[in-house]
């Protein structure tokens, strides 16, 4: 997969994409990631790419001529699957957003900052929106950041263990169940017998049953 991000703070990104599974997956070659300094496409001798809002009211806009440019000068190179941006109004990303989109090959993703981006863009180039919660922060990097990660772990080949992200919380509609390492015993505090005790079946019965009832206790409402 590669992913194309325009954003005013690429440096953000230099912490959660140089770490961990995303670092391995770009090792691997199995994800790309692209940062683009939006103020490169300004035509203005500042590099300005925000203005004011017509009709007056606080917080500035993100301006219309160098996103699209940005986003042409990336489309004469490739198609893409999607053009996201990011917005606390979005679809909501889960679990099934996240497997779903983790099957694309070539995206963007747009990072809005100030009070977002000219509605224009939202309508004519920006082909999904994506909120990662009902919160307002201040720029779409961390949102992005989340985005990006949730994808990449995805990837086939991209996790160690194949099985390990569909073991995780969500794939199968229920939230993961406890786990426990060594010591067995904490000062007292016991794993559960059933763990030590080599038979799979049960075992798996018991996660089983513990997911089912973490999810009730925990996600009644939403899965
Ligand atoms: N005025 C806007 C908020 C702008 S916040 C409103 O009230 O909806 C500035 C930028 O941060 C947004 O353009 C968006 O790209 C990003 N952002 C803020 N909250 C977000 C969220 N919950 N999910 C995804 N992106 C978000």
Partial sequence: MRIDIITIFPEMFEGPFNHSIIQRAKDKKLAEIHLHQLRDYSTDKHNKVDDYAFSGGAGMVMMIEPIVACIESLQKERDYDEIIYTSPDGIMLDQP??????????????????KGIDERIREHFITKEISIGNYVLSGGELAAAVIVDSLVRLIPGVLGNEVSALSDSFQNNMVAPPVYTKPRNFRGLEVPEILLSGNEKLIEEWKYEQSLKRTKERRHDSI
């Fill in 97 to 114: 957003v996240a497997n779903s989109m983790s099957l694309l090959e070539n995206v963007i993703i747009l990072c809005g900052h100030y």
